[in-house]
């Protein structure tokens, strides 16, 4: 099978054609990315030269582009994916996160191929009690969040009345290696290593459910291969935690690691202005993909957390370099005399 993932270059893509290159051997992975700020060849520099794998750098919104690549089905990761950069400007939400996917549903639908939209728990909105289901209606704050439901409605859309073979996943906060440095674990992680101060949105007691990057590869590759036509599955880990918890729990990792006084580096926590339209909790009711396609997560919270701080500690170079600008230099310096298609 030939298996085009779309947005490889990124955090979660790029953890998930690692993982699926492991488990599925026989399969050949065409990465499109189009290397926008997020997208970091590095984070698969390991495995560029094995013969299963290609990198196309591309755009998901060129239609003539995704006609001419050679697969049989698509995971699609590629967006634009934070939420505070949507805030500032909106536009290239809408172009990549609606526009683009309805172009790869179109390109699916033109070769009758099955087509996995990796979506969010976001679409949601904020949560005062209880957890999101499947059929919870669909109430996005953000404009990263309203343009990752408008392409799970189109991607339903497409599956009822053209019988395209979607399916959408909704998965809560990821956390893990190759994380791109503007998220919070990340940012905490690399603030407190540089001695910058740590901002905290508001009061600190927004929830939300983490889950490791590892568990959401498996849950997104249990979809792919048993999920239902027209399916939405949610993805979380039972893992409710306020941010303020979070950041202090990292601070004080990073301290015990790195010999550094923890009340130094709590020190460095800093309230600041809260994030317009800053959904409350969010909570994932995951017992269907639970019980229709038997996925569990297998990293508990603390050695999952553990194993990152220890991850950003020994990869130092790879945060440094994109803090830098450095890492853009990559696609050119491996890949500029090769042929894109
Ligand atoms: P990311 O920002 O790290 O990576 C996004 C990738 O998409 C980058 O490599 C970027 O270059 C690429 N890209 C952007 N626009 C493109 C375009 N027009 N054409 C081709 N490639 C393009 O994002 P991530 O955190 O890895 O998220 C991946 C997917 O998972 C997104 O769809 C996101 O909505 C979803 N998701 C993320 C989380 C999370 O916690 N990070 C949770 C649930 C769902
Ligand atoms: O829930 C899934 C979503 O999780 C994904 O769809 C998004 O792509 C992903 O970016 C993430 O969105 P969040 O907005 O929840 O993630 P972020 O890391 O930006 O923020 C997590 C929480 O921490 C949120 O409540 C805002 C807060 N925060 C964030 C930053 C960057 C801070 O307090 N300070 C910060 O500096």
Redesign the pocket.
Known sequence: MKVLV????????SNFIRHMLAAHPGYTIVN?????????LENLSDIETLQKYRFVK????DKGLLEKLDFDAVI???????VDRSILDSA?FL???VL?TQALLEEARRRGCRMVH?????VYGSLAEGAFHETSPLMPNSP?AAS?ASSDLIARAYCETYGLDVVIT??????GPY??PE?LIPLVIANALQGRPVPVYGDGLNVRDWLYVGD?CTAVDAAFHKGGAGEVYNIGGRNEQANIGIVRRLLIAVARKTGAPEESLLGLIAFVKDRPGHDRRYAIDPSKIERELGWRPSTPFESGIDGTVDWYLSHRPWWERIISGAYREYYDLQYGKRAIL
Do not use: M
């Open positions: 779309t947005g490889g270059a990124g955090f979660i893509g499109l990315d189009l290397l926008t700020y997020a997208g970091n591309g755009d998901i919104c699609h990761f590629a967006a634009e994916s934070h290239p172009q990549t996160n683009g990796v979506s969010t728990d976001e990263y990752k909704r998965c809560s906060n990821n956390y994380q791109f998220k959401h």
